[in-house]
C-alpha cells in the first residue's frame, strides 16, 4: 500500500533556530501535499496546500515566512519552522495525495498520512 | 463550504459492547466521507470511506459507517469493541463541488474500550 514516511518524528531544538521536516511518498508519486498542525486533544489544523512544483497555498492565519513548505518533486515535501518559539511546539503531520489512487476506491481514496513529527521548542 | 461535527469528545465502551462514534457533515455537494484512527504520536490510519454506492461501507479491523444522505451523518461502529480500539477517531469529508482535494476534519472522538 501506499506509505509516506515523515522525519523526524521528534525533535526538540533551542527557540530561535529552524528546524526542518520531511515528508517521502515511497511508493507513489504525491502531486499534492498537506502539512497539518495538530494541539493537544485537538483536531488537525491544515496550514498549507503544496503541489509539486509550484508555491504552497497557505491557510488563513498561518504565517508563510515562518513556516516554508517546498514541494521540490513528487516525492518530497519539507517544512521548515523558521525562527522557531515555544509556541510553535506542536504535532506536525503531513498528507500526501496520490495521484494514481485519487481516482481509484483503494488506499483511502488517495490520502495517506504521515507517521507525524513531535516538535518541543525549549 | 464542508465542515464535520462530532458531538462527543470522548466514548466510554466495556469491552466486547458496540461501539459507536458519531459524525454528522455539511457539504454543497455529494460528499466524500472517511474515517481515520490515531494512536498516540502518531498519523492518521485510514479505516474506511463512502464515495459513492452502497450506504453501508466496512472498512478495517472491523469497523464499518453508514451514509445517511437524510441526516447527513456517518457513524462509524464497531459490533463488538476491544481494549486495543481505544484511540482518537476523526471523521472528516471532502466536498468534490470546491475541487480543492482537501479534506475537513471533526474534531475527533477519544474513545475508551474499559476492560
Known amino acids: 500500500g501506499a506509505v509516506v514516511s515523515q522525519h523526524p518524528s521528534r525533535v526538540i531544538c533551542k527557540s530561535g533556530t529552524s528546524v526542518k521536516i520531511e515528508c517521502r511518498s515511497l511508493?507513489?508519486?504525491?502531486?499534492?501535499m498537506f502539512w497539518y498542525r495538530q494541539f493537544p486533544k485537538k483536531s488537525l489544523m491544515l496550514m498549507a496546500t503544496?503541489?509539486?512544483?509550484?508555491?504552497?497555498?497557505?491557510e488563513q492565519g498561518v504565517e508563510k515566512d515562518k513556516f516554508l513548505i517546498n514541494h521540490a518533486s513528487l516525492t518530497l515535501s519539507t517544512l521548515t519552522v523558521t525562527s522557531a518559539h515555544p509556541e510553535d511546539s506542536s504535532f506536525y503531520i503531513c498528507?500526501?495525495?496520490?495521484?494514481?489512487?485519487?481516482?481509484?476506491?483503494?488506499f483511502g481514496y488517495g490520502y495517506t498520512f504521515g507517521s507525524g513529527t513531535r516538535l518541543t521548542v525549549v | 463550504a464542508q465542515s464535520v461535527a462530532q458531538p462527543e469528545d470522548q466514548v466510554n465502551v466495556a469491552e466486547g459492547n458496540p461501539l459507536t462514534v458519531k459524525c454528522t457533515y455539511s457539504?454543497?455537494?455529494?460528499?466524500?466521507l472517511f474515517w481515520y484512527v490515531q494512536y498516540p504520536n502518531r498519523g492518521l490510519q485510514f479505516l474506511l470511506k463512502?464515495?459513492?454506492?452502497?450506504?453501508l461501507v466496512k472498512g478495517s479491523y472491523g469497523f464499518e459507517a453508514e451514509f445517511n444522505k437524510s441526516q447527513t451523518s456517518f457513524h462509524l461502529k464497531k459490533p463488538s469493541a476491544l481494549v486495543s480500539d481505544s484511540a482518537l477517531y476523526f471523521c472528516?469529508?471532502?466536498?468534490?463541488?470546491?475541487?480543492?482535494?482537501?479534506?475537513?476534519f471533526g474534531k475527533g472522538n477519544q474513545v475508551v474500550v474499559i476492560p
Open positions: 498528507s500526501a495525495r496520490d495521484r494514481e489512487a485519487a481516482s481509484a476506491t483503494h
Open positions: 511508493d507513489f508519486q504525491a502531486t499534492t
Open positions: 503544496s503541489n509539486e512544483g509550484s508555491k504552497a497555498t497557505y
Open positions: 457539504v454543497s455537494g455529494n460528499p466524500y
Open positions: 463512502y464515495i459513492t454506492g452502497d450506504n
Open positions: 472528516a469529508v471532502r466536498d468534490p463541488f470546491y475541487g480543492n482535494n482537501r479534506l475537513a
